[in-house]
């Protein structure tokens, strides 16, 4: 049986080496590798943690490491910075668990010859105090608030420097989960009590056939979603179709459309109508007809179409 921070340092070398979509990745690791749903949610946890935290975890490391990141072997990179921020943001894990998994992990990978690097760097993050920038430079809010440069940049020309350290505080928070409800199979009410049944909890919004739901591990083990009763989407993408007000027999165009959360929710209102949903890549495509699939959605057409280019064929 594979290991959480295993899995999680190899999801996340895989997409900072090969710039893979984050979800997808977690999400094909997670079948590939046999663990307890446990160990899944401190993948989950470690794996995101580390991305959203990127910026500030490369501080500490560069604080502690002459030689470039872009030189240290990919998957102790990996190893490295799960561990700082296990170390760093993950109060339930003790320090000496999170040295002594990193450096067991290098140990049995290829890149064995730096266990005693990845040791000697972690104990010394652990004995050695750095403060983070404090200042209203862009560096400094990029490094304390785990934000790209260019990202700050814009946000203080268009806001001023309070707003974008508010902003960017909020946004190191943990996102709530919003679920629409598949109006198709279920109702808002029923899906409450049945997700209860499965010792979930879900609470209503004030936003119709939405739910915030407080899900531990993967969404994807939880029964209700494997039987297609709902699907995942922020609210910010269900208004967005809610603006569109979609009448029944409807036809809708979807021309950037993976992984299709939006295609799903106008098929709720144009039940009758037809919805054709577009992306560049054929994987992405087959990303939304698995949904659909799920969902139980008849509705809705593919094509792997590119939304720069004219294409006739869509039709009215």
């Given at each position: 049986m594979s290991n959480a921070r295993y899995v999680a340092a190899l999801a996340l070398n895989k997409v900072t080496q090969e710039a893979a979509y984050s979800n997808l990745v977690l999400n094909n690791m997670l079948e590939e590798h046999s663990i307890s749903a446990e160990d899944k949610a401190l993948c989950t946890a470690i794996f995101y943690g580390t991305l959203d935290r990127m910026v500030t975890v490369d501080f500490y490391l560069k604080k502690l490491i002459k030689t470039p990141l872009k030189k240290i072997k990919p998957f102790t990179l990996a190893v490295l910075r799960t561990a700082v921020f296990q170390i760093k943001y993950l109060n339930k894990i003790p320090n000496s668990a999170a040295v002594d998994e990193a450096v067991k992990l290098v140990k049995k990978s290829k890149e064995n010859f730096n266990a005693s690097f990845v040791n000697a760097v972690l104990r010394n993050l652990i004995r050695t105090e750095i403060p983070l920038p404090n200042g209203n430079s862009i560096y400094d809010i990029s490094v304390a608030y785990s934000c790209?440069?260019?990202?700050?940049?814009?946000?203080?020309?268009?806001?001023?420097?309070?707003?974008?350290?508010?902003?960017?505080?909020?946004?190191l928070l943990p996102p709530p989960i919003f679920i629409r409800v598949n109006t198709r199979k279920t109702g808002t009410q029923e899906l409450i009590e049945t997700l209860k049944k499965q010792n979930i909890n879900a609470s209503k919004t004030e936003f119709e056939n939405t739910l915030i739901l407080e899900a531990p591990g993967s969404v994807e083990d939880i029964k209700a979603y494997k039987d297609g009763l709902f699907f995942v989407q922020d609210?910010?993408?269900?208004?967005?179709?809610?603006?569109?007000?979609?009448?029944?027999?409807?036809?809708?165009?979807?021309?950037?459309?993976?992984?299709?959360?939006?295609?799903?929710?106008?098929?709720?209102?144009?039940?009758?109508?037809?919805?054709?949903?577009?992306?560049?890549?054929?994987?992405?495509?087959?990303?939304?007809?698995?949904?659909?699939?799920?969902?139980?959605?008849?509705?809705?057409?593919?094509?792997?179409?590119?939304?720069?280019?004219?294409?006739?064929d869509l039709g009215r």
């Open positions: 790209p440069e260019w990202i700050v940049s814009a946000l203080i020309k268009d806001y001023g420097v309070a707003f974008t350290k508010e902003f960017l505080s909020n946004a609210m910010s993408c269900q208004r967005a179709v809610e603006m569109l007000d979609i009448k029944e027999n409807s036809r809708v165009l979807d021309i950037c459309a993976a992984p299709g959360g939006k295609s799903f929710s106008a098929a709720m209102y144009a039940s009758i109508g037809e919805i054709v949903s577009c992306d560049l890549y054929p994987q992405r495509v087959n990303l939304i007809n698995s949904g659909a699939k799920r969902l139980f959605i008849e509705n809705i057409k593919t094509a792997v179409a590119d939304a720069t280019v004219h294409n006739k």
